[in-house]
């Protein structure tokens, strides 16, 4: 079971405790009706579903409520970055050669 | 005699202290300390039980968890727990233990048959032999085969027993009490640390309980032990978990523990959990787990009598008993000689020392001839005599050649034998390490730590007293230091003797013996011998992932961990490849076989699941109502009166609810409170309808779409003020509909200043539907004008009920007058006796969710769930009235302009009407446009819902049918095994399609 770090609440608590919400920083087009077929779908259904560093929300659903992002390695599972919504996405690259990844 | 092969003295049992107990019915004798194994021997049994496959004779092989073959029921409150290891079983008083996989007794068992005809069983023979007919696997072969194979038998009662859960935090968790992990825990307790000890046997101290040819710091190495735990357990800081294994090493240092507590008591106290699981948050865990000895694999190393040289040496040393009175050791390692100069101590025969290398250790050959023991170097055991008991062994002696030739025969009731050492790598390899091969050693050891964690002494095969018990030390401050970033200096303990043992083997051993015709046991447990191994390497199973799958070799709930090694190098053999090129399988969670109950804890029964009740529930169970799960709530189904049956209940509820009145307890609708100067402009980017114009005091049905344009949810929305909306979700919808909408809040709108609050259970909900409803509340309303003029369909006042408040709705769900009284959860039941006791003035009815059902469909309203699927769109369901036209942007409003959506071919709501009125369509049922259409033939929609309409005195059914709205009556036809069934095409409304009713 994972442990997870709230950057809200400032706690790490069980995995339990929280929801995954997907592949982060997806932001819904801010006038749809403008969007193509293809940027629709990209944004309805594509997602990168990645084997190592990726970005991702979690809703802290048993605590405070709120939506968050963190980075996680898929692979080891290991958390590298927990950043509150709304702060822009850190550089996977830089975080993942920091990990020695 | 009672316990002939008690030694004098000696071990750690508790002589003073006799425990009676059965095996199989017999009555025997053992002493408190006794594990049932060791017991057994101490009254010459060995032969314990009959294997997976053969059903050979077999017997007690190893003292540890790690036991193969001596699996038994343990008989308590009249039911069986099946498949404990009796090396595990800790004896008590009046203990009842019966053998497995046996008929009619262990001694002759019909299934040995299997053992004669055992060339008709290779590897892989089932998926050989039963491949045809098709039809006889589930009648035929797997019923046989079932019977015939497996071990214990189920428990045929639920579990009489509790099971306690636990959560736990600590700085460093070790894991096994041998030496290297007493010094790991005295280290890191000695800094402050937070420290959980755990073993899986009753007694800490590892190999130190049965090493009497060593000291630690001048004392016996069990005396050491005592000291030790002496000072861990007068530590605040120290958790002590004897009888606790720990089973399952999972992400983030998470490490999940099973105590057992009363399984070795006689009598526990009925307060006590049988087990309980620790779940341990560990800062920092100490693999402690120790090694395992290797068997031989020469054939005929199954008997009963022929047991691991170490497991020998614990059951003379730990528990004062003799394997044998003339005791074979055969061997490829040092520790094993140790065995046989402390049988010998005992005043046990050693037969011989049998050792796989030509020039075995000087000062060992100087030891066993200063004891008179005879050696043979150089040679091996190529076969054993005796069916039920090992009698004697073939020795051969290994020639320049590669060959062996005879050595002959050795007479032995017991023989001991060692193929070396093998790390135990399991919760290292869980924490997903990965081992790595040591040529030197020998041995897969535990490579890089992923996690926070370090493996010590031979459990990273690490052996030899002294530099184990350094290494547990130095595992424990790194430990606390990793985990506290203190550190302590303690004086280390110094031990001589117990010098780390050089030698072992891998794979099979040579022998002179005709190939074809002898058995060499690699895996105990599945029956997989070193032949099976060779034989699915020539059928192509070339990696050791397909060979274990193919054999079964280590797939037994020993997870192969006496035979993994052994079957690898048999493998690397024959496919003439490198050991390391091969590979080696998986370690998975649980380390040992783990029971349900553990993992159920508290959630059984009652506490499975929690049970959510309505207000009426007490008035529903006293009047008789039936209920029906819907999530975890229950509803009410129907109220059946003077033996009605359902359909009966039904049709008078419906009646009543149109002729008259009708009460339904509707608080387990979702509700959700929308609050904010946003309220209106959220509920507008969320809904498909307009709310921003919605007066205070109206109400607006509102469809909630997803952002690829589908109907996820529905529900009524009240306006109570500016900024302030009564949302109504569905039952099952409730929580998802909540999670959306904080999702949408926090992600994507930020910039809206809005709350919402959940407030489904702080509502209790009272629907009063029909045209006398009116005059039913009135008489409890104040504060409200119910007229119709004041109060139109739609609308939402607030005031008080009885003189509690309430948020009276004028909504209807029926196609009658109606409303919806929502009041305080706690003033529930109030409301509802006292509407239910009003009704009744009016010959009115309560009630339940089918009649609710009914009365819907009759005017044709969707149920979020039943007639959509996730797949239907606004138009799809004919509700194109229901979005806001004009809006720039809602929830799913750019998904509706997706092609397909718009395409022609579209599955459409409809109503369908069977031209036999008393005919009831299937829910599900497949429409087709063809009477008897053509295998293959894709159907054009499907029923949705289907009942019997009381108030049209015949059948409706509504369903999705491929361009419906356009087939309005014509006829199409729902084919059933009993013969097609011809439906007429209709609109969705059955009754009062002007609405009349409702605007009353």
């Known amino acids: ?101 | 005699m009672s316990q002939p092969f008690r030694t004098e003295k000696g071990g750690r049992i508790d002589r003073n202290e006799q425990l009676t107990f059965t095996f199989d019915g017999e009555q025997m004798q053992g002493h408190k300390g006794d594990t049932l194994a060791s017991a057994l021997l101490a009254n010459g049994v060995h032969l314990v039980g009959r294997s997976f496959k053969y059903h050979r004779p077999r017997g007690i092989i190893s003292s540890g968890s790690e036991e193969p073959n001596a699996l038994v029921g343990i008989y308590r409150n009249g039911d069986q727990t099946p498949n404990l290891r009796a090396t595990q079983v800790e004896l008590y008083q009046g203990l009842e233990a019966i053998s497995q996989n046996r008929f009619p007794s262990l001694g002759f068992d019909i299934g040995a048959i299997n053992d004669l005809m055992s060339p008709l069983f290779p590897a892989g023979f089932y998926y050989k032999t039963f491949m045809w007919p098709k039809s006889f696997w589930d009648r035929v072969y797997e019923p046989v085969i079932r019977a015939a194979a497996g071990l214990g038998k189920p428990p045929k009662k639920p579990d009489h027993d509790f099971y306690g859960n636990l959560y736990a935090h600590c700085d460093v968790l070790v894991a096994g009490s041998g030496p290297s992990g007493l010094a790991a825990a005295l280290a890191a307790a000695e800094t402050g640390a937070k420290v959980i000890l755990c073993d899986e046997q009753a007694e800490f101290g590892g190999s130190l309980l049965s090493e009497n040819s060593a000291s630690v710091d001048g004392k016996e190495p069990a005396d050491w032990v005592a000291v030790t735990l002496a000072r861990l357990g007068a530590m605040d800081n120290v958790t002590l978990l004897p009888r606790t294994t720990a089973f399952g090493y999972f992400a983030h240092n998470y490490v999940a523990l099973a105590e057992r507590i009363t399984d070795h008591i006689a009598n526990p106290d009925p307060k006590l959990p049988r087990e309980r699981l620790w779940q341990v948050r560990a800062k920092e865990v100490v693999i402690a787990a120790g090694a395992i000895e290797r068997p031989l694999v020469f054939p005929e190393n199954d008997r009963p009598g022929i047991l691991l040289a170490d497991a020998g040496r614990t059951y003379l040393n730990r528990y004062g008993v003799k394997v044998g009175h003339k005791v074979l050791v055969a061997t490829a390692s040092d520790s094993a000689w140790q065995a046989a100069f402390d049988m010998a101590d005992h005043g046990v025969e050693v037969a011989a020392i049998v050792d796989l290398r030509e020039t075995p250790p000087k000062n060992l050959m100087a030891i066993a001839e200063a004891r008179g023991i005879r050696v043979e170097a150089g040679c091996v055991v190529t076969g054993t005599l005796g069916r039920k008991r090992v009698k004697a062994a073939l020795l051969g002696r290994l020639m320049t050649s590669g060959q062996v030739a005879s050595g002959g025969q050795v007479e032995c009731d017991a023989l001991l034998m060692s193929g070396g050492w093998t790390p135990t790598v399991s919760l290292y390899s869980q924490s997903r390490g990965k081992v790595v091969w040591d040529g030197d050693k020998g041995a897969f050891v535990p490579g890089k730590s992923v996690q926070h964690e370090r493996s010590t002494g031979a459990s990273k095969g690490l052996y030899g007293l002294q530099a184990t018990l350094e290494d547990g030390y130095a595992a424990g401050e790194n430990a606390a230091k990793a985990a506290t970033g203190k550190s302590a200096k303690i004086a280390y303990s110094t031990a001589t003797g117990g010098e780390a043992s050089n030698g072992g083997t891998l794979g099979a051993l040579p022998h002179d013996r005709n190939a074809s015709r002898v058995k060499a046991f690699v895996d105990y447990q599945n029956d997989v011998t070193a032949k099976d191994v060779k034989l699915a390497v020539r059928e192509g199973m070339h990696s050791i992932e397909h060979i274990k799958r193919y054999t079964t070799t280590g797939m037994a709930t020993d997870q192969g961990r006496l035979s993994n090694m052994n079957a690898l190098k048999i493998a690397s053999g024959a496919l003439d490849r490198p050991l390391t090129d091969v590979g080696l399988t998986t370690f998975r969670q649980p380390f040992t076989p783990t029971t349900f109950g553990l993992f159920a804890g508290v959630s059984r029964g009652d506490f499975f699941d929690p049970v959510r009740k309505t207000p009426s529930h007490d008035w529903v169970v006293e009047n008789g109502g039936v209920f029906e799960d819907v999530g975890q709530w229950k509803r009410t189904w129907y109220f059946p009166k003077n033996g009605e049956d359902m359909h009966a209940a039904v049709a008078r509820e419906c009646k009543i609810a149109r002729e008259s009145v009708g009460l339904f307890d509707a608080s387990t609708l979702g509700k959700i409170e929308v609050v904010g100067p946003d309220a209106a402009e959220f509920l507008e980017r969320m809904y498909t309808n307009p709310w921003k114009k919605l007066a205070t005091g109206r109400c607006r049905y509102g469809l909630l779409l997803n952002d690829a344009g589908f109907i996820t949810d529905d529900g009524v929305i009240g306006r109570l003020a500016e900024g302030r909306f009564h949302v109504t979700t569905t039952t099952g919808g409730a929580p998802s509909v909540f999670a959306r909408m904080e999702d949408y809040l926090q992600t994507e709108w930020p910039d809206l200043d809005v709350w919402i609050t959940s407030t489904t259970e702080q509502y209790a909900v009272a629907a009063v539907q029909g045209p006398k409803a009116r005059e039913v509340i009135a008489p409890f309303i104040e504060g409200i004008d119910l007229s119709a003029e004041n109060l139109p369909h739609m609308s939402v006042r607030e005031g008080t009920f009885c003189g509690v408040p309430c948020r009276l709705f004028r909504i209807s769900f029926t196609g009658e007058l109606g409303f919806e009284i929502n009041v305080s959860r706690r003033h529930g039941k109030m409301m509802w006796e006292t509407l239910a006791k009003e009704i009744e003035k009016h010959s009115g009815t309560a009630y339940g969710t089918e009649t609710m059902h009914v009365l819907r469909a009759e005017k044709g309203y969707i149920i979020v769930g039943q007639d959509t699927d996730g797949t239907v769109t606004p138009q799809d369901a004919g509700m194109t009235w229901a979005i806001g036209k004009k809006k720039l942007d809602f929830v799913g409003k750019r998904g509706l302009e997706r092609p397909d959506l718009k395409a022609d071919g579209r599955p459409q709501f409809v109503g369908l009407l069977t031209t036999d009125p008393k005919v009831k369509l299937e829910e599900g049922a497949q429409v087709t446009v063809a009477e008897n259409p053509a295998t293959g033939t894709s159907a054009e929609g499907h029923v949705t819902s289907s009942y019997y309409s009381p108030a049209l005195d015949r059948t409706i059914a509504l369903a999705m049918v491929k361009n419906g709205q356009a087939l309005e009556g014509k006829t199409l036809y729902v084919p059933m095994p009993e013969g097609s069934i011809p439906v007429e095409v209709t609109g969705t409304v059955f009754y009062d399609k002007e609405g009349a009713r409702i605007n009353v």
């Not at chain 1, 009706?33 to 990726?54: C, H, I, P």
Request: glycine share 6%; hydrophobic share 35%.
């Open chain 1, 1 to 101: 079971m994972l442990l997870i770090y709230c950057p809200y609440c400032d706690v790490e608590r069980a995995e339990t405790e929280f929801h995954c919400g997907g592949e982060a920083h997806i932001a819904r087009p801010s006038d749809p009706s403008q969007t193509s077929e293809e940027e629709w779908v990209e944004f309805l259904y594509m997602r990168s579903n990645t084997k190592g560093v990726a970005a991702e929300r979690w809703r802290h659903i048993h605590g405070c409520g709120r939506f968050f992002n963190a980075v996680r390695d898929t692979v080891s599972d290991k958390f590298l970055k927990f950043y509150k919504a709304g702060e822009t996405m850190p550089d996977l690259e830089k975080i993942s050669k920091e990990a020695g990844k």
